[in-house]
């Protein structure tokens, strides 16, 4: 069980792939940059703070194409270390090609009009591939939040959007909705709450900068995942970076 809920939390940390949005999305509103969240493990009424998050857009050109390159880099006393690095179209954000690396192995996935295909290649050696139909409207999963930010997003204003997940292998159903301006790291941020394969996510995205202030996602009752955007906390002496 505990495996299978890591998996899913990597899986939705990136921050999914879209189908019948009620908003517009223009990747050329996002701001390029790195960015550095910290996140917290918060039970009940305790908050302990588990690890960090290096987050950096870039533009780049990729076969004549325009397109944004993802580097996330993660480092967690829970979820362990992780290296993905990922490009999409910069304007709709189709997804292109995408790499993750972790302790266990490495996955690369190159998507195309058809759909995307997996390749797996654990630390013991072992590898394997799979295919996967997709629509042309549907995103990485690790963008979703960057679909989100890219979003014309007004008060009220709700979107329906579908993810193909590699890690988990199969496309999660997301409901988005914008629930109301909070205040979150100085700076006036929709509150965006969503539901991702049934699970509560809300996101604080700047009005002004697009930028991912802060996110929770709730594991179990009582049980969340807090990211908040702050100056990055290097891995300890001994600790090695992907």
């Known amino acids: 069980m505990r495996r299978r809920l890591l998996s899913w939390v990597l899986a939705v940390m990136l921050p999914l792939s879209a189908r019948a949005q009620q908003t517009t999305s223009d990747g050329t509103r996002l701001p390029l940059g790195r960015d550095s969240l910290v996140i917290f493990l918060i039970r009940g009424s305790d908050t302990t703070r588990t690890g960090g998050i290096s987050d ?6 990729d076969g004549g194409v ?20 990922l490009v999409d179209v910069r304007l709709s954000l189709r997804p292109l090609r995408h790499q993750s690396r972790t302790d266990n192995g490495l996955e690369s996935v190159q ?5 995307a295909m997996s390749v797996t290649r654990a630390r013991n050696g072992d590898s394997a591939a799979r ?10 999963a ?6 989100l930010r890219a979003a014309t997003l007004t008060a ?23 629930a109301g301006v909070d205040t979150v790291a100085r700076e ?17 995205i700047g009005t002004q900068s697009r930028r991912l202030n802060r996110q929770i996602l709730r594991l179990h009752p009582g049980i969340s995942l807090l990211f908040e955007r702050t100056a990055y906390v290097a891995p300890r002496a001994g600790q090695r970076a992907l």
């Open 188 to 204: 006036a941020s929709w509150r965006v709450q969503a539901e991702m394969d049934g699970r509560p996510v809300v996101f604080w």
């Open 66 to 85: 325009e397109a944004v390159e993802r580097i996330y880099r993660s480092n967690d006393r829970l979820l362990g270390r992780r290296l993905d690095t």
């Open 111 to 115: 998507f195309n009009d058809a759909g």
């Open 131 to 140: 295919f996967a139909a997709l629509a042309a409207t549907v995103i990485n």
């Open 142 to 147: 690790s963008s979703v939040d960057l679909f």
């Open 156 to 178: 009220g204003c709700t979107t329906n959007i579908q993810a193909h997940s590699p890690t988990l292998g199969r496309i999660l159903d997301v409901q988005a909705r914008v």
């Open 56 to 61: 950096e857009l870039r533009q780049v050109a």
